[in-house]
């Protein structure tokens, strides 16, 4: 759990720094290497908060909400940057890769998940 707030509190630092300037040229194809930052920060945070619950009655519930999270989490962010920051600002793009990295992350657990419960069969 400790790990988890702290890679939130260096979530929403580097959300929120307006001395950090995201560098948007491509990196694959059309893709920008912030878009690619945004979907495994995002990527990470899921997994992470998967981790926590992964013991829980109800995991695809847990998903979803997990899913939820990221996804507010990350809508947030990209607001907090328009409120409270006058040299970053919110972008579609960026939320859809937060979104995007959640569902990443989620689906890496339960591959994960997935691999160990077949190799200890």
């Known amino acids: 759990m ?7 509190g260096i979530l929403a630092f580097l959300s ?3 001395w950090l300037r995201p ?4 990196a694959i194809g059309y893709i920008a290497w912030d878009k690619m930052d945004h979907t495994i920060a995002y990527g990470i945070l899921s997994f992470l908060l998967m ?9 695809w519930m847990v998903s979803f909400i997990v ?13 907090c940057q328009l ?3 006058s040299s970053r600002q919110f972008s579609y793009e960026d939320a859809g890769a937060n979104v995007f990295g959640g ?8 591959s ?3 691999i160990a419960v077949k190799r200890a069969k």
């Open 112 to 114: 994960y998940k997935f």
């Open 83 to 85: 409120w409270f920051t």
């Open 23 to 26: 560098d948007s040229n491509p």
């Open 51 to 59: 981790s926590i619950y992964k013991y829980h009655k109800h995991p």
């Open 103 to 110: 569902v990443l992350g989620l689906a890496l657990f339960w």
């Open 67 to 79: 899913l939820l999270t990221c996804s507010l989490v990350g809508i947030l962010l990209e607001y």
């Open 16 to 18: 929120l720094n307006p």
């Open 2 to 8: 400790r790990v988890l707030l702290i890679y939130m």
